[in-house]
């Protein structure tokens, strides 16, 4: 999965908590968000597993069908 900086454009590099942006110096978390709507998921964590749930109508997501958004940490 590559993701660039919100920022400066600038491809964002995996970090052990998150991501980092070489170029500016940057440090973000990784948000889940639903591709329907595009608002925060639920991550959910049992057994093991991790699932996404939408609360606004769009019940369990696909871990596949996930946006992951780079967000200011």
Do not use: W
Not at 8 to 31: A, R, W, Y
Not at 37 to 44: D, M, N, Q, S, Y
């Amino acid at each position: 999965m590559e993701l660039n900086c919100p920022n400066c454009d600038k491809p964002l590099v995996e970090t052990d908590n998150g991501m980092q942006c070489e170029s500016c110096n940057q440090h973000f978390i990784l948000e889940a968000r639903c591709p329907d709507c595009h608002k925060p998921l639920e991550v959910l964590k049992a057994c093991g597993a991790v699932d996404y749930f939408c609360q606004n109508g769009h019940g369990l997501i696909s871990k596949k069908r996930v946006e992951f958004v780079p967000v200011a940490n």
